[in-house]
């Protein structure tokens, strides 16, 4: 999974009718459009979903659709006023949000990096999957984030997202216009995000641009991206090199210019240093004491602010990686940004 993918589509609304048109972002590809309104409007039950669909309320690039019918980006989802379906909805018995266990509620709490009305950030910890998938059962973060709601009306609403062994920042909405902003930002590219890296072996070059095309191959559970310029999406990511240990190994900084599906680590093992850890995409493992874990960390990000002026977070290493820092003897206190002129 890319390390920065937006989660929520931006909507435009047809004038004076209240409908909205949403598009299809790439992390939403293949995915049943009953299970893209549980993602996007989870308070519209099934039922009300169907009767859209037979009345032809709920239209797929301006055709009927089945609940069933899979999306693929760039389609436009039509999407008719819900106000009164919504409120019936809430008014209604429905089952309470499933209970937090009180160490995860714990774990998530001390993650925070940052709190206000709009806007939370996390320091994500590594093996934490962002979203259920196969295998993860009740235990990921989205279904944790009851936890996170404090006094505001809604639960936090993800907006981005990060590979579950990667660690590092995660950007929540605490609210639907603050969804809609985050999500444009990491859309249009006005969000300023830098990892870090350990990879095995070091760059020739000492900072470059990595320009290569991105294409999925494998199946379901077992997803794997591969450099494709003739069927790929354009994938482009600036590197720089932070310090060496020898040959053996380098502590990148990577800044993705593009989010495409695990884009930093298909790139760094195109670039003939794949990172340490990573048992998809080189299996690269040091010698020693170095931790076998993926040492990617989503280490800074700088975004506009839903309600003005902007957010700039620092998040600290995990423990494995910081353990490896100490190890190679590099200084993991360093707050360079290497991209300042990018």
């Not at 009305?117 to 998938?133: F, M, T």
């Not at 006094?151 to 993800?158: K, S």
Request: proline share 6%.
């Amino acid at each position: 999974m890319t390390d920065d993918r937006p989660v929520v589509a931006a909507a435009a609304s047809e004038r004076g009718t209240g409908v909205r048109q949403h598009e299809v972002i790439p992390e939403d590809a293949e995915i049943r459009l009953d299970r893209w309104f549980r993602r996007h409007y989870p308070d519209l039950g099934h039922g009300a979903l169907e009767r859209l669909l037979r009345t032809g309320q709920v239209r797929v690039d301006g055709a009927r659709a089945k609940s069933s019918d899979r999306l693929q980006p760039g389609q436009r989802v039509r999407v008719p006023p819900l106000g009164t379906l919504l409120a019936r909805k809430a008014d209604a018995a429905r089952p309470r949000e499933p209970a937090v266990a009180p160490a995860d509620a714990a774990l998530l709490r001390a993650c925070l990096l940052h709190r206000d009305d709009d806007v939370l950030v996390l320091n994500k910890p590594p093996g934490l999957a962002v979203q259920g998938g196969s295998g993860l059962l009740d235990r990921h973060l989205d279904a944790m984030l009851e936890a996170l709601r404090f006094e505001a009306a809604d639960r936090p609403r993800l907006v981005h997202r990060l590979d579950k062994d990667t660690s590092g920042i995660l950007v929540l909405a605490r609210n639907a216009r603050a969804a809609t902003k985050l999500a444009d930002a990491f859309r249009h590219k006005s969000a300023r995000k830098v990892y870090w890296a350990l990879v095995a072996g070091v760059p020739k070059i000492k900072r470059g641009r990595i320009d290569l095309a991105l294409a999925k191959s494998g199946g379901r559970g077992f997803e794997r991206m591969r450099a494709d310029e003739a069927e790929g999406k354009r994938a482009v990511t600036l590197y720089a090199i932070v310090e060496t240990a020898g040959r053996k190994a380098a502590w990148l900084a990577l800044m993705p210019l593009t989010g495409r599906t695990h884009q930093l680590r298909a790139h760094c093992e195109a670039l003939g240093t794949p990172i340490v850890g990573d048992g998809k995409y080189g299996a690269a493992f040091l010698t020693g004491a170095v931790s076998r874990k993926l040492h990617l960390h989503a280490r800074s990000l700088v975004i506009p602010h839903p309600s003005g002026g902007e957010i700039a977070v620092v998040a600290p290493l995990p423990a494995h990686m910081r353990e490896s820092w100490r190890l190679l003897g590099f200084d993991a206190e360093d707050a360079s940004d290497p991209f300042a002129d990018a």
